[in-house]
């Protein structure tokens, strides 16, 4: 398997903090040392960074746990590997773009048989051997098809539709998956996934994972909203939310936007 | 304008000297401040370096400086903005996926009334606002095009027809552009790049940028063959060659596989 992490905020925002957390389970408090990889939106535009090195013991993870880099949605993710190799092409997240915006996906779980279930469109093909990647290009292209050339104005029929094509997913196995365009983030649950809302008033933070605590008073304004999510909680002192098996919550400015549920 | 760097080698291959002399050119030795970028091909799978900040100043540059990634193609920008505001997504280079494979996108130059000359499909949306994401798209697009659900067997048949299309470009204005499908490097001249190959006996390079030396006989095997290619030469002590106006050198493993002139 592998562990996701998500941030979805109103204001550019650091997610070193819960990255520091994540990547310890790279290797050092947990198994998932297959490479690793995160997507920050600034904006429009993307940075990712993505190694092949287990997380916790890797130059550009350390470099990055270091920086500031403010952002509205990020997306990570540590890789155990099951389907496909350990190259760089099967490491998460994956990008495409559509409708002039950058998609981006990462993905825990494993989906047996999902290559014979599942028809690919001809326009998203994966480029590596993972399951993630071709349920991502699967989603995309079901989607470019259902909509056409433009993107409906009315996004949450996008997400209804995801929440539609989740269902083709989990007869399959374990699928919990974070999808954003840019402007929204999307997080679904098969079995574990948590999230938290910290806003004012802020307070402390210990990470679970290495003895690193933040203030986050001492980082926000008052207006600041920032919605972080895990695979398992990040931090001990803190009231985690367990999303629901089958359950999908759409984040916009760290607030939610849209929840599905059974 | 703005500055290129490429590289194409027979095995994987340290690009850090070749970078550290270009960022220089990021704000110190030359004008080119407005963001910086590189991508790195290993195997199908690429890891891609960019910010905002200027090259030479850039705390993500000075990290990649010390770094040894081993690549078979590298594709370097940094830039000084002329269309397109300064973020993220009009940093170069440029990548979408076509047939399974990261095709990967730089360019130095300024196609003057392109947005109006050229329709793009439907397929490929430029992410930004540059002129060189735009014609990125439009190469892409029309690539797909012509040859369909499958990369031809023949790749040769692909690089004939980006010849062709780079005529429609001419005319616009500069137009010096690095493109690569993970495989082959195709590297196009309008009026500045120029390459060299280094191959056994290996010797000392010095950069021009700063005083860097590097003992390339130190680094290889006699087996190894390395193309460099940059805007202006980055080494003192070596004999670069300048391309001609509208030609257009593929690469592959460090050595030219087609060679187009007018």
Chains 1, 2 share one sequence.
Not at 92 to 107: D, K, N, Q, V
Not at 161 to 172: A, I, K, N, P
Request: glycine content about 8%; hydrophobic content about 40%; some cysteine.
């Amino acid at each position: 398997m592998c562990q996701l992490m998500g941030m979805s905020a109103n204001v550019p925002t650091d997610a070193c903090f819960s990255f520091t957390g994540l990547v310890e389970r790279a290797g050092r408090t947990d198994v998932h040392k297959d490479g690793w990889g995160i997507t920050f939106y600034r904006g429009k535009g993307t940075q990712t960074f993505r190694d092949l090195t287990a997380g916790s013991d890797c130059d550009v993870a350390a470099f990055l746990k270091q920086q500031s880099i403010k952002s509205d949605i990020v997306i990570g993710h540590i890789r155990q590997a099951n389907i496909g190799a350990l190259v760089l092409e099967n490491t998460h997240p994956f990008s495409r773009e559509l409708w002039g915006e950058t998609w981006t996906f990462a993905h825990n779980g494993q989906l047996e048989g999902i290559f014979d279930k599942l028809n690919l469109s001809r326009r998203f093909v994966p480029v590596g051997t993972t399951d993630s990647e071709f349920i991502f290009c699967w989603l995309l292209g079901c989607i470019a098809e259902k909509f056409g050339e433009h993107k409906p104005q009315n996004t949450r029929m996008i997400w209804d539709y995801v929440y539609e094509l989740s269902h083709t997913l989990h007869g399959s196995g374990v699928c919990n998956f974070m999808l954003s365009d840019g402007l929204s983030l999307a997080s679904h649950c098969s079995n574990n996934l948590y999230w938290i809302t910290r806003r004012a008033p802020f307070g402390r933070a210990l990470l679970k994972d290495i003895a690193v605590t933040v203030d986050f008073a001492q980082e926000t304004t008052p207006n600041d909203i920032v919605t972080v999510l895990a695979t398992e909680p990040l931090t001990t002192n803190e009231t985690w939310s367990k999303m629901l098996p089958k359950e999908m919550l759409v984040w916009e400015k760290g607030e939610i936007i849209a929840r599905y549920v059974e």
